[in-house]
């Protein structure tokens, strides 16, 4: 019904607006356009945010937002297709962003939990063990991000490092030849690195492309990595049994 009185009016009634005001008209337009942008809507997205988001990613806390804008933007500005383009664009840049700086955590154990000490108040992490957690898959956009923050998060008096892979579901191999140069750096300074709780294909690439780096220092749990005593500065990392 709508589509045929639009076409019987486009055929037999453009004359009855040929005499109206150009704001008469824009009123008209913009009443009709309106309801397309769907306010609730930007403000739920609006809504995700948090100060400890905000402190991590920065201006790419709100993503869906953003791109929601940008698309809309480009769709009252240029067209529908290319609103629809720079609404993917933006939304595949602030994933970029976001992927290749995630957030590393450092954990502490509390009633058996291990904790990201941020958001718990109270946790102190060990001085001498290290636990952290890197919550994305690691590969080559975000390897030099990660072994950067490990190192930064280390101490003097750090004499363990323990990678918790639970919240990495996958690693490709340029962040596992990453892992493999920051077990040799922390070696140098004292400090050995293990991994724990890897799990479905970071398992997989760890075990297949790097083995002989990491064999006897992957561990199903995080106490296990934490109790298997030290190396001994005269035994050989990468000894088989």
């Known amino acids: 019904m709508v589509a045929a009185l639009t076409l019987i009016t486009l055929l037999f009634l453009t004359g009855l607006f040929e005499q109206l005001p150009e704001a008469t008209l824009s009123a008209v337009v913009i009443a009709a356009v309106i309801e397309l942008v769907d306010f609730p809507a930007l403000r739920r997205l609006y809504r995700v945010w948090t100060d400890r988001l905000g402190s991590i990613y920065g201006f790419a806390a709100r993503p869906d937002f953003a791109a929601a804008i940008a698309a809309m933007l480009g769709v009252l500005i240029f067209d529908t297709l290319p609103g629809l383009v720079i609404g993917i664009g933006v939304s595949i840049l602030l994933l970029l962003y976001r992927v290749s700086e995630p957030h590393v955590a450092t954990l502490a154990k509390l009633h ?27 590969f080559f956009a975000n390897a030099d991000h990660v072994r950067e923050r490990i ?12 990678l918790d892979a639970e919240t990495s579901p996958f690693i490709d191999i340029t962040a596992a030849k990453m ?44 106490d296990q990595a934490l109790d298997e005593p030290l190396e001994q500065p005269d035994e050989q990392p990468d000894r088989r049994d």
Do not use: C, Y
Not at 151 to 162: G, S, Y
């Open 112 to 138: 058996g939990d291990w904790l990201d000490i941020t958001r718990h108040a109270g946790l102190r992490p060990d001085p001498a063990n290290l636990v952290v957690r890197v919550e994305s898959g690691l």
């Open 151 to 162: 190192q930064n998060l280390r101490t003097p008096a750090t004499r363990m490092v323990v």
């Open 179 to 222: 892992l493999v140069q920051l077990a040799a750096a922390l070696r140098r300074d004292g400090t050995e690195l293990r991994i724990a709780r890897d799990i479905g294909q970071f398992r997989d690439v760890i075990r297949h492309a790097v083995p002989e780096a990491f064999h006897h220092k992957v561990f199903p749990t995080i």
